[in-house]
């Protein structure tokens, strides 16, 4: 397998956490006989800095021709001003619609002994594996029209929620097709008992469920999934919602493993080019320190490998390598509790050597 693939570091710890992944993925190179191109373009800040704009031209070229894209992150002190006409935040959205991906996917999952790091009780966490799928491109952030305006001598401000079926129906035989690489079950969250376009949501969700015999699909509102998410959590398999409650619900899933640096994701599109980063931010408070956690990225680059390469056993080798080093005790210093830990090269090196003796 040949592949290209764009490194997009970013700011903060994004440089120190994509170059510990870069040699992680050279070392499933060399294990699985694949080749990887990569090249590194700017995102963000650093391209505010260099360029003036946060996503430029020869970025969006760089990604467009590429398999797939692994980015760190964006974002920090330097350019946080949120009435400043040009910042780092804009890189992503823009390359997220120059790419057209509408769907933004969260693995939950908690590793072995890393029980403690969770606020929930052990027996509650017990066998969590589950996926958030979201959608990312329409639903109340983008429906027309929204504003603020004076009615009736009062500040009134107004949004949309608006989806039409085959914004539905292609984010929901996503969830389909990522049930069926693992234990087929789909909850389409919705809002039925009182939302007009969630009604909708729930007849195309049944649809597309009628097609995908071999996927259970059940429906639940989500008020009682944000209950069912911490007393339940290990009974979802993949979650499928529109773009607000994804937003909410993946953050309450986020914490449910109580460890920020561990947690991947992947924005896909109707092809096989996706965008792979970690959850976190760019923690201006540890850059340049050589102690951020890199596994969220490294976990992402786990993803990268499943959902752009279809290289299912090279991902899961990576994920194997990631719970044994966890399994030896290995922790960077945000899950040591002020324990021994290790900095984020030595981190990929365990990793990487893990990988080598699997
Ligand atoms: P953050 O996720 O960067 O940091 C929150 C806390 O978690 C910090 O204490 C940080 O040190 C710690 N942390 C985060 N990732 C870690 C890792 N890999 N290893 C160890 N510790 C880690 O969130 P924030 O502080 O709210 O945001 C910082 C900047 O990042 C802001 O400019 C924000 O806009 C930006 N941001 C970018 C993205 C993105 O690029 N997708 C996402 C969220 C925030």
Known sequence: MKAKITLLPGDGIGPEIVDATRQVLEAVERKSGHSFTFSTHLIGGIAIDETGVPLPDDTIVACRS???????AVGGPKWDDPTAEVRPEQGLLGMRKALKLFANLRPV?????????????PERLRGVDLVFVRELTGGIYFGQPKGKEVRN???????????DENEIRRIVQLACDVARKRRKRVTSIDKANVLAT??????VATEVAKKNPDIKLDHQLVDSAAMRL???????????????????????GAV?????????????????????????????????????N??????????????????????????AAVQKVLDNG?????????????????????????????
């Open 66 to 72: 590429s398999d797939a894209v692994l980015l760190g």
């Open 109 to 121: 999952k908690l590793f072995r002994g890393l029980e403690s790091a969770s606020p929930l009780r």
């Open 153 to 163: 001598g009062l500040r009134t401000g107004f949004d949309t929620m608006v989806y």
């Open 198 to 203: 969630m009604q909708v949501w729930r007849e």
């Open 230 to 252: 911490v007393t339940e959590p290990a009974s979802f398999d993949v979650i499928v919602s529109g773009n607000m409650f994804g937003d909410i619900l993946s953050d309450e």
């Open 256 to 292: 449910l493993t109580g460890s920020l640096g561990l947690l991947p994701s992947a924005s896909l599109g109707e092809g096989k080019l996706g965008v792979y980063e970690p959850i976190h931010g760019s923690a201006p408070d540890i850059a340049g320190k050589g102690v951020a």
């Open 294 to 319: 890199p596994l969220g990225t490294i976990l992402s680059a786990a993803m990268l490998l499943r959902h752009s390469l279809d290289l299912d056993e090279d991902a899961k080798a990576i994920e």
């Open 330 to 358: 290995l922790r960077t210093a945000d899950l040591s509790g002020g324990q021994r830990s290790l900095g984020t090269t030595e981190m990929a090196y365990a990793v990487i050597a893990a990988i080598e003796g699997a």
